[in-house]
């Protein structure tokens, strides 16, 4: 699975917010995601956001013989 991390959005950075969002995903079988659910909102839309739409673009999986759900949680930590 290649996930990469999603960028830290600037004005919560700036702000030095961190969250966490729970997402679901479901994969094509060609390893593609093809829709991605909140599931526990972070309380900032700006990360619930770019969670949803970094996955779409980005994340891809192993392809499989069937389609796929998996859940996961997205943290957002300041370094």
Same mark, same amino acid.
Not at 10 to 24: F, M, N
Not at 52 to 67: D, G
């Given at each position: 699975? =290649?996930?990469?991390?999603?960028?830290?959005? #600037? *004005?919560? @950075?700036?702000?030095? %917010?961190?969250? #966490?969002?729970?997402?679901? %995903? #479901?994969? #094509?079988?060609?390893? /593609?995601?093809? *829709?991605? +659910?909140? $599931?526990?909102?972070?309380?900032?839309?700006? !990360? +619930? &956001? $770019?969670? @949803?739409?970094?996955?779409? @673009?980005?994340?891809? !999986?192993?392809?499989?013989? $069937? =389609?796929?759900? !998996? $859940? &996961?949680?997205?943290?957002?930590? /300041?370094?």
């Amino acid at each position: 699975m =290649a996930a990469p991390r999603p960028p830290y959005p #600037s *004005a919560l @950075r700036k702000r030095r %917010i961190t969250g #966490s969002v729970g997402v679901r %995903i #479901s994969v #094509s079988p060609q390893g /593609l995601p093809t *829709a991605v +659910d909140i $599931t526990r909102p972070s309380g900032h839309s700006e !990360f +619930d &956001t $770019t969670t @949803r739409s970094w996955i779409l @673009r980005h994340w891809r !999986f192993q392809p499989a013989a $069937t =389609a796929a759900v !998996f $859940t &996961t949680t997205v943290h957002f930590r /300041l370094q």
